[in-house]
């Protein structure tokens, strides 16, 4: 547990240094973007169960449209009331990049659970909990095998199987894997790890 509780996050520090400074000219870009396309701020707030269960709020580029009657809930990429614009960040993951400033802040990891909503955390069993023991990530096992289209009980499955077996080369795999996830989509490259 020495690399999850302390290597990883001077990993985390260093590459999502990293990221920030060679993505500026495409969030730079995409802030502009959204500006223009669509009304409403640039950024989208959510709270987030993080390490422990203990609520923090991540930070995405908004792709919907604004809708104040709208409760939390996951969307899809075919879902309408996603701007055309959000298609296209939501297809490449560029709407997750400000998610590196959770990173810096130690809210979240690289690659870790996906962090979930508030209300998940009391919806499910006790022995899935156990992904609350590691940072939640921008990406993370289970988004590499499957994402959206497995269900919640197969995710805390893979969420679960990361903690008990998290290390270096794991962490690689996943990463490497999500790279060809974005460049080559998630019908390629989707399948199990």
Known sequence: MIYCNWIKRAFDILLSSMVLFFFLPILLGAIVLI?????????????????????????????MYLDPDRGPGQTYQSDPEVTPLGR????????????????LKGDMSLIGPRPCLMHTCSE????????????????????VNGNI??????????????????SFLLDLKILIKTVLVVFFGEETFGKKL
């Open 35 to 63: 500006r223009l396309s669509s009304q409403g701020g640039v950024f989208f707030f959510q709270e987030r169960a993080g390490l422990n269960g203990r609520p923090f709020n991540i930070i995405k580029f908004r792709t």
């Open 149 to 166: 289209s497995i269900t919640w009980q197969e995710r805390w499955k893979y969420d679960v199987n990361y903690v008990e077996n998290c």
């Open 124 to 143: 499910m069993p006790n022995w899935a909990k156990k992904r609350f023991h590691v940072r939640p990530g921008i990406t993370g096992f289970a988004q």
């Open 88 to 103: 296209v960040l939501r297809r490449l993951k560029i709407d997750e990049l400000p998610q590196v400033i959770n990173v």
